[in-house]
């Protein structure tokens, strides 16, 4: 069983702060995904990566999948209240996918 | 373009009473389907996955069943639901397995 934790697990910051959070495994994944949950709905899917070292960007957020493939950060610049959500991580290996248990963010105004 | 339904969004059921919710995905074929259970803010957990029609896996024991009757239908019931049973029900598909998810708007499932 691939074993993802996500760290912080709640998360508050004021609007215009930069954060980081983190996906960890001992298990090497073939890809990872990020996924955002806003409350009464669905993960929406943000970004998947591949490669080891990869850096993806979209907007202000910044995902990185560690060397290893082991590992990936999730980085947002300049924090809005709209990006108040779960954030769910979730490693694919051998046809199989699993969540990590996510990262409460709260965005202040 | 695909998209996923489920429904219904909400339900209240009271103890011992049967359930079934549905889940359809237009747009692709031969979609891997998903049924997860999600405690109240936090991650997944898998209850069953199916590749094609009729095929269903499940991930852990308990009161509740999935079916497959059409390639693109994906049905979650109980015959009798437990208190246990309350949560957060999302359905998803995938391509294939392994691959990113794409989720419905779940159900809100409450057994009194």
């Known amino acids: 069983t691939q074993l993802l934790e996500q760290s912080p697990q709640f998360l508050s910051i004021q609007e215009g702060e930069n954060l980081t959070v983190y996906c960890n495994s001992s298990?090497?994944?073939?890809?990872l995904q990020w996924y955002r949950q806003e409350p009464g709905e669905g993960p929406v899917l943000l970004v998947t990566?591949?490669?080891?070292?990869e850096v993806k960007k979209l907007k202000r957020l910044t995902f990185q999948f560690g060397d290893a493939r082991k590992d990936s950060s999730l980085h947002i610049t300049a924090a809005q209240p709209g990006d108040t959500g779960l954030y769910l991580c979730?490693?694919?290996?051998?046809?199989?996918?699993?969540f990590g248990a996510g990262t409460r963010l709260t965005v202040k105004p | 373009s695909q998209t996923i339904h489920q429904w219904p969004a909400t339900l209240v059921q009271p103890v011992g009473s049967p359930l079934s919710l549905e889940c359809t995905v237009e747009g692709t074929s031969n979609p891997n389907l998903y049924w997860y259970r999600q405690a109240a803010g936090r991650g997944l957990q898998l209850l069953f996955y199916?590749?094609?029609?009729?095929?269903i896996s499940s991930e852990v024991p308990q009161n509740l069943s999935a079916s497959r009757p059409q390639d693109r239908q994906f049905i979650l019931s109980s015959k009798k639901l437990l208190l246990s049973d309350s949560g957060f029900y999302l359905c998803?598909?995938?391509?294939?397995?392994?691959?990113?998810?794409?989720f419905g708007d779940g159900t809100r499932l409450s057994i009194l």
């Open positions: 998803a598909w995938s391509a294939a397995r392994g691959m990113a998810q794409h």
């Open positions: 990566v591949v490669t080891g070292g």
């Open positions: 298990s090497v994944f073939s890809s």
């Open positions: 979730a490693g694919a290996n051998n046809n199989d996918m699993r």
């Open positions: 199916s590749v094609g029609i009729g095929q």
